[in-house]
């Protein structure tokens, strides 16, 4: 028994659906698609927890390794306060508030030559880390603070961050 099909009007009239059908699940997997790559994109762009900071080769010391979060809530850098490391012997040192949601002080002038200890107080949120992205130093602030030691530096300027590269301060060494 041979039965054509070429002329049943159910096999016509379900073509063109099947075609529509087609084209509507092309063109959602294609939205899916567009929107996974665009947020792992976004999320891939910057480091947001310790391990990532870690895959760019910075040194994390003590850190738990859960994400800060909270970071600038006001979105607005504090008052640019400048302090001098005092030297005491072979090493210069000076400490850094950051309880205010900014470094304080936000500048720091250190002798050239001489090792630096910076003790850093507690922090939370954004100022939860802090970050000498030159010298591959990211330092955990959230059980008690932290001492941030460097070696004896040349003259120049020098930038450390929040470890979310939103607050800023400088190293002004003379």
Known sequence: MNID?????????????????????VIVAAAILVSFLAAYGFAASRPSDAASACDEG????????ECASGCCSSGEAGPLISGEA???GDVQ??????????????EIVLTAGVPTEITFSEGRGCMAEVMFEQFG????????????????L???TYEFSCGM???FGTLVVR
């Open 58 to 65: 910075f040194v994390v010391a003590g850190a738990d390794g």
């Open 86 to 88: 005092s030297v005491s």
């Open 5 to 25: 099909k070429t002329n049943d009007p159910v096999t016509e009239e379900a073509a063109p659906r099947r075609g529509l059908r087609r084209v509507a699940f």
């Open 93 to 106: 040192r000076v400490s850094v508030d950051v309880s205010k949601g900014y470094f304080d002080p936000g």
């Open 137 to 152: 130093i990211l330092e955990d602030l959230t059980s008690g603070g932290a001492v941030i030691t460097l070696p004896a």
């Open 165 to 167: 590269r939103m607050v």
């Open 154 to 156: 040349d003259p120049g």
